[in-house]
């Protein structure tokens, strides 16, 4: 191996979506597979989580939904929740992609390509709990769901769920959150069937917040074991991927490893620990297309050098490293570039 590689551990990832479902208890585990499974490669999480057991999954957009779907086939379900085109609508809507509505106007968009291709919208409506990004405000919850009735109604529509996003940032403020949230899920009840797909936790409340949970739990990090930025650990969760990168080059005392800036690594993580085969040592320097290590004795070109993982070489898990220079463990997987190959090791 003369190139930086992710490496992809099944059985970790199998692990960790285990450890989330016991978790979740009798709420229902949607997968999030944004930004390319959160870099770790969407076809490998879509087939190592349907091995798992896994029939839900979450895509940000519908592009992302309609690979999911034709990587997963027909017996799962779908959810894209980004506001699309009309293109993109029919082609959710041919594939039976469930779609996340946060506004009057995109519900009726919805609703009208439905009767146009003459099939039924699978939609979860979005209250907005406080986030103010996106979701119908609660003083027009009655009339999007009035609509939403009609078009049922009518024919092209169903509502599965109802859904929202809640900031993690305090306990109150998601409390407040669930408060708003349960008032829409009422209100809905008192003109239909309460729809059976209620979700507003991803996964730091589902995992520390049980009384949040809905009847489905959206989660993207914990299952690729990416545990929050200064949160604690999570039993019988572990990274699944880890980055290693071969020494290329003796420089004096230390070594030089393939993997670099352009790569994706931030250069403000000079100074982290790495794993080497003689336990962890400092990496001094992050340049453009290598990072320069502390070396050990016997180091020689060709070996391998850990920048994350889950520890088995005294590396850190990309968490720790996202801690050091203040973001959070999803951004130093999704920032690393095409040049690094996805290798999947077990
Ligand atoms: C990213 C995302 C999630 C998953 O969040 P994690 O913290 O990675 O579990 C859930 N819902 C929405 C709307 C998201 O954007």
Redesign the pocket.
Request: net charge neutral.
């Given at each position: 191996m003369m190139r930086p590689e992710l490496r992809l551990d099944s059985s970790v990832f199998r692990a960790n979506i285990a450890a989330v479902r016991d978790r979740l208890g009798d709420s229902a585990l949607m997968l999030?597979l944004?930004d390319d499974a959160?870099g770790h490669g969407l076809r490998w999480a879509v087939e190592t989580a349907l091995e798992a057991g896994v029939t839900a999954f979450?895509s940000?957009d519908v592009r992302g939904g309609l690979d999911v779907r034709r990587i997963a086939g027909g017996a799962v379900s779908v959810f894209a929740?980004a506001t699309s085109t009309d293109e993109e609508i029919d082609e959710a809507l041919l594939q039976d992609i469930e779609l996340g509505i946060g506004t009057v106007e995109y519900l009726r968009r919805v609703v009208a390509r439905a009767g146009v291709l003459g099939v039924r919208a699978r939609v979860h409506l979005k209250i907005d709990t406080g986030l103010h990004r996106n979701g119908v405000r609660p003083e027009d919850w009655p009339a999007a769901v009035a609509e939403a009735r009609a078009a049922e109604r009518s024919g092209s529509l169903a509502l599965v769920g109802i859904w929202s996003?809640i900031a993690?940032a305090s306990d109150a403020e998601d409390d407040d959150a669930q408060a708003v949230f349960l008032d829409a899920v009422r209100e809905t009840g008192a003109s239909g069937a309460v729809p059976a797909a209620l979700h507003l936790t991803?996964?730091?409340a589902?995992w520390w917040r049980p009384e949040l949970r809905g009847t489905v739990s959206?989660?993207?990090?914990?299952?690729y074991g990416?545990r929050?930025a200064d949160g604690p650990e999570l039993d019988g969760v572990r990274p699944a991927a880890s980055l290693g990168a071969p020494v290329v080059r003796l420089d004096g005392d230390c070594a030089v490893v393939a993997v670099g800036s352009l790569d994706g690594l931030p250069s403000t993580l000079a100074g982290m620990p790495v794993g080497t085969p003689a336990g962890p040592r400092v990496a001094n320097a992050v340049e453009l297309a290598t990072t320069t290590v502390a070396g050990w004795p016997g180091m020689a070109v060709g070996d391998e050098v850990t920048v994350f993982g889950p520890g088995v070489h005294g590396e850190e898990t990309a968490t720790t490293l996202a801690e050091r220079i203040d973001t959070v463990g999803?951004e130093i997987l999704t920032r690393l570039g095409p040049r690094i190959r996805r290798r999947v090791v077990e």
């Open positions: 999030v944004k959160y979450g940000y929740w996003h993690e991803a996964s730091a589902s959206r989660i993207g990090a914990f299952c990416i929050s999803e």
